[in-house]
């Protein structure tokens, strides 16, 4: 049985989250930051601390701004002790105050009585949702590793498949210097975002660098610079490169589409031969330009089947010239 996704709270606090526009402070529970947060959503509700527990999700965050600071306040010191104990037993992994309201000094012992992390932060309550609920959301997002190559091309995600020496570092290397861009190369990290859309980014070890038989590891930033590269791109397109084999049939019109599944979500493919004496880059330019022009909803190989087929419709439609016509046609020409 597999496991659900989830990030712990050292995890997100190591994440840089303050890259994103929220510092975290850790202030007690240091003890439990391997407790694992399992939902992107947020809760906000002063109603754990009155008891009420019903609308409560386990592996949430859990929200403490002004009105439960000042709810906490208004008890006295039994009292708040009472409350805490009963919100702070939930399966909850961290409680984040936000605001920078200073906490009462109840929840400072109750949150490491507990062992549950205490976070504060002096970004104001609805901002602090929106960013940590985008944060959690690129932490919790399904992942997968592809032996591939992810380009940026006019614009458009291109990730470059194929065995292992065909020529996808070199394809890219070929892009760059007519002007694209690098996101990966021999290892694209693709998450899954929302419901239709793929993230394709480098790991962090190998980013910038590529590697080419016979030259060695080679840092396109520092060579072409930074407007060489980028962090992260949507997967558009793959363009699936293949061995030449003078015996196969390959795609000669575009007319049927064939799609490449990653993490459940289908993106256009391509399968583009490689064989001596065909620019594979230039194609691959090309095949991100004609992408863009059918997102646009201009489809050239239906286009131009449709004109036949409208030629050939009227042909059909035209009646065939007379014996007499074709009499008079012959004399008038022999006349001249």
């Known amino acids: 049985m597999s496991l659900p996704p989830g990030v712990t709270v050292a995890g997100l606090l190591s994440g840089r989250p303050e890259a994103f526009g929220l510092p975290l402070e850790l202030l007690a529970g240091a003890k439990g930051v391997d407790r694992v947060i399992t939902s992107p959503h947020i809760q906000k509700t002063g109603l754990a601390l009155a008891g009420f527990h019903e609308y409560l999700k386990p592996g949430r965050v859990l929200i403490f701004g002004e009105s439960e600071i000042r709810y906490?306040?208004?008890?006295?010191?039994?009292?708040?002790?009472?409350?805490?104990?009963?919100?702070?037993?939930?399966?909850?992994?961290?409680?984040?105050?936000?605001?920078?309201?200073?906490?009462?000094?109840?929840?400072?012992?109750?949150?490491?009585?507990?062992?549950?992390?205490?976070?504060?932060?002096?970004?104001?309550?609805?901002?602090?949702?929106?960013?940590?609920?985008?944060?959690?959301?690129?932490?919790?997002?399904?992942?997968?590793?592809?032996?591939?190559?992810?380009?940026?091309?006019?614009?458009?995600?291109?990730?470059?498949?194929?065995?292992?020496?065909?020529?996808?570092?070199?394809?890219?290397?070929?892009?760059?210097?007519?002007?694209?861009?690098?996101?990966?190369?021999?290892?694209?990290?693709?998450?899954?975002?929302?419901?239709?859309?793929?993230?394709?980014?480098?790991?962090?070890?190998?980013?910038?660098?590529?590697?080419?038989?016979?030259?060695?590891?080679?840092?396109?930033?520092?060579?072409?610079?930074?407007?060489?590269?980028?962090?992260?791109?949507?997967?558009e397109l793959v363009v699936q490169l293949e061995r030449w084999v003078p015996t196969r049939e390959y795609e000669r019109l575009g007319l049927d589409d064939a799609f490449y599944e990653i993490l459940g979500l289908r993106v256009p493919l391509l399968k583009m031969p490689v064989a001596p004496g065909r620019n594979i880059a230039i194609l691959v330019e090309v095949a991100a330009r004609n992408q863009l022009l059918r997102q646009r909803g201009h489809h050239a190989a239906r286009e131009l089947a449709?004109?036949?087929?409208?030629?050939?419709r009227a042909q059909?439609?035209?009646?065939?010239?007379?014996?007499?016509?074709?009499?008079?046609?012959i004399e008038s020409g022999g006349g001249q």
Do not use: Y
């Open 72 to 235: 906490l306040e208004s008890l006295d010191s039994a009292g708040r002790v009472t409350s805490l104990r009963l919100a702070l037993t939930l399966d909850f992994p961290c409680v984040v105050i936000t605001g920078g309201f200073t906490p009462p000094q109840e929840l400072l012992v109750e949150a490491e009585r507990a062992r549950l992390p205490l976070l504060k932060t002096a970004v104001a309550t609805p901002t602090a949702i929106a960013k940590l609920s985008s944060l959690l959301e690129d932490s919790l997002a399904e992942r997968t590793m592809i032996h591939a190559v992810l380009m940026d091309v006019l614009g458009l995600g291109v990730l470059i498949a194929g065995e292992s020496g065909i020529g996808k570092s070199e394809c890219a290397l070929d892009l760059i210097v007519r002007g694209h861009r690098l996101v990966a190369d021999d290892t694209v990290d693709v998450r899954r975002r929302q419901e239709t859309i793929l993230i394709g980014a480098c790991p962090e070890l190998t980013r910038h660098h590529m590697e080419l038989r016979g030259l060695g590891v080679i840092n396109i930033k520092e060579l072409f610079g930074i407007a060489s590269t980028r962090s992260s791109k949507r997967v």
């Open 306 to 312: 449709q004109r036949l087929d409208a030629s050939l």
């Open 316 to 329: 059909a439609l035209t009646p065939p010239p007379s014996p007499d016509e074709e009499d008079e046609e």
